[in-house]
């Protein structure tokens, strides 16, 4: 069993920058590849970034490409999500999921645990 909680969510103004952390315990991370996801109030969860088990490979939404950078440290098990030019439009609940394999992606059947969110508030 794996339990993943986040943290580091909050309010910030457009254009500010905030940095989600996501830490396991229960079984070591660093098989697995991670990932995050978000979803905003009446829309699907959706997928923001994802990270190799080495930390080597990463790939990212469109829509948070160049402004997020995902991250890991194997030794504590966690992984981060560090959010810079943030715009309202990124405002949602931030989710952490461990990957079933070394890879991920950006679809959700691809992550078997998940933590229980952090709120990310994006005022302009």
């Known amino acids: 069993q794996v339990q993943l909680v986040e943290s580091g969510g909050g309010l910030v103004q457009a254009g500010g920058s905030l940095r989600l952390s996501c830490a396991a315990s229960?079984?070591?991370?660093?098989?697995?590849?991670m990932g995050w996801f978000r979803q905003a109030p009446g829309k699907e969860r959706e997928f923001v970034a994802t990270?190799?088990?080495?930390?080597?490979?990463?790939s990212y939404a469109d829509s948070v490409k160049g402004r997020f950078t995902i991250s890991r440290d194997n030794a504590k098990n966690t992984v981060y999500l560090e959010m810079n030019s943030l715009k309202p439009e990124d405002t949602a609940v931030y989710y952490c999921?461990?990957?079933?394999?070394?890879?991920?992606?950006?679809?959700?059947?691809?992550?078997?645990?998940w933590g229980q969110g952090t709120q990310v508030t994006v005022s302009s």
């Open positions: 999921a461990k990957a079933k394999g070394f890879s991920g992606g950006p679809y959700y059947t691809m992550y078997d645990y």
């Open positions: 990270i190799s088990w080495s930390g080597g490979s990463t």
């Open positions: 229960g079984r070591t991370l660093s098989s697995y590849a």
